[in-house]
């Protein structure tokens, strides 16, 4: 069993959807959280960084850690076209030398 | 502009040529790492460096060397590279141990 597991999607939704990412993980010492957010041809970009569980919002982004269920999420409301792209959450425990990283979520949004 | 730059970008090589990967960041971070990205495998720690002169191996070292002279900098070397180490690599750096990663571009390696 992986650490981290992320569905590959590709997961397509029109323009204004709400949309739901996730992973889960079986590592209960993991405290921190990220998401980030790969175009193609650049590296990954951080979107939301969390510690512990609860919600986080960013503009249309909310990133939500259930540490109770080792299950995390992000959400995008009102989707864009330019939120196409693929989706890697990655998590670290206390003081982490190293993330583990999800395999990604493919996004598309078409107009 | 804060930023981590790879050098070069893409490379098509043949087996045995040693190459380097460059890496530079200009944010003063203390950490730096490499990672290779790999269809269905994500991205896979191969070495990180928590200060100059200190480095340790992440999940897949095989194959690759780092060196930490300059805090700005960490190039990754491989000796003697083989088909199995092409994929896409990237270098990242943070501030300190609990911040997130800041990820470069990207370097997409082939080896023939």
């Known amino acids: 069993q992986k650490e981290v597991e992320q569905d590959p999607g590709p997961l397509s939704v029109p323009e204004g959807a709400i949309v739901s990412l996730n992973c889960t993980y079986s590592?209960?010492?993991?405290?921190?959280f990220m998401w980030y957010r790969q175009y193609s041809r650049k590296g990954p970009e951080l979107l939301m960084y969390?510690?512990?569980?609860g919600n986080k919002e960013d503009g249309r982004f909310t990133a939500q850690v259930d540490k109770s269920s080792k299950y995390i999420s992000l959400f995008i409301r009102d989707s864009q076209p330019s939120d196409s792209a693929t989706y890697l959450c990655?998590?670290?425990?206390?003081?982490?030398?190293?993330?583990?990283f999800g395999t990604g979520t493919r996004l598309l949004v078409s107009p | 502009e804060a930023q981590v730059t790879q050098n070069p970008r893409y490379l098509i090589t043949v087996t045995g040529k040693k190459l380097t990967v460059t890496c530079s960041q200009n944010?003063?971070?203390?950490?730096m790492s490499w990672y290779r990205q790999d269809p269905g495998l994500g991205l896979r720690q191969i070495y990180y460096?928590?200060?100059?002169?200190?480095?340790d191996k992440g999940d897949v070292p095989e194959g690759y060397k780092v060196s930490r002279k300059e805090k700005r900098n960490f190039p990754l070397i491989l000796e003697s590279p083989s088909p199995n180490q092409t994929s896409l690599y990237f270098c990242?750096?943070?501030?300190?141990?609990?911040?997130?990663?800041?990820f470069g571009d990207g370097t997409r390696l082939s080896i023939l």
């Open positions: 990242a750096s943070r501030r300190d141990r609990n911040q997130p990663q800041h």
């Open positions: 590592n209960s010492a993991f405290q921190y």
């Open positions: 969390t510690y512990s569980s």
């Open positions: 990655a998590m670290g425990g206390t003081g982490f030398q190293k993330l583990v």
């Open positions: 944010m003063n971070h203390e950490y």
């Open positions: 460096s928590m200060n100059v002169e200190v480095t």
